[in-house]
C-alpha cells in the first residue's frame, strides 16, 4: 500500500492551489487521513486531519484559508489551499492510516509535494 501526492507549484501570494493523495494497493479502509508539511529548518507539523466519519482539525494558521475532505470512493484527500502566503511555503506531506485487513492498519506517508509561495 502507498500514497501518491500531487498539487504542488509554484503561486504568488493570494492565489490557490489544490493537493491530492490517493492510496492504492490491497487497502481494506482508510482510517483518519491528513496533511504536514516542513519549511526549512523547521519541525513537521501537523496542517489538517480529517477523520473516517469526516471530522476535521486544522492548524490555526491556516483556518478558514484551508480545506481538507476526502473522497472515500477514490481513497483520495484533498487540500483545498486558498489566499495562500510566503509562510506556507513548505514539503507537503499526507498521511493516512491504511487497514490493510479489519484489525491491522499502518500509518503511511506520501512522498511529498513541494508548494512555493511568492511574495
Known amino acids: 500500500v502507498q500514497l501518491q501526492a500531487s498539487g504542488g507549484g509554484l503561486v504568488q501570494a493570494g492565489g490557490s492551489l489544490r493537493l491530492s493523495c490517493a492510496a492504492s494497493g490491497s487497502i481494506f479502509g482508510i482510517g483518519a487521513m491528513g496533511w504536514y508539511r516542513q519549511a526549512p529548518g523547521k519541525q513537521r507539523e501537523m496542517v489538517a486531519t480529517i477523520t473516517g466519519g469526516g471530522r476535521t482539525n486544522y492548524v490555526d494558521s491556516v483556518k478558514g484559508r484551508f480545506t481538507i475532505s476526502r473522497d472515500n470512493a477514490k481513497n483520495t484527500v484533498y487540500l483545498q489551499m486558498n489566499s495562500l502566503k510566503p509562510e506556507d511555503t513548505a514539503v507537503y506531506y499526507c498521511?493516512?492510516?491504511?487497514?490493510?485487513?479489519?484489525?491491522?492498519?499502518?500509518?503511511?506517508w506520501g512522498q511529498g509535494t513541494l508548494v512555493t509561495v511568492s511574495s
Open positions: 498521511n493516512a492510516d491504511l487497514y490493510i485487513s479489519y484489525h491491522t492498519s499502518e500509518r503511511s
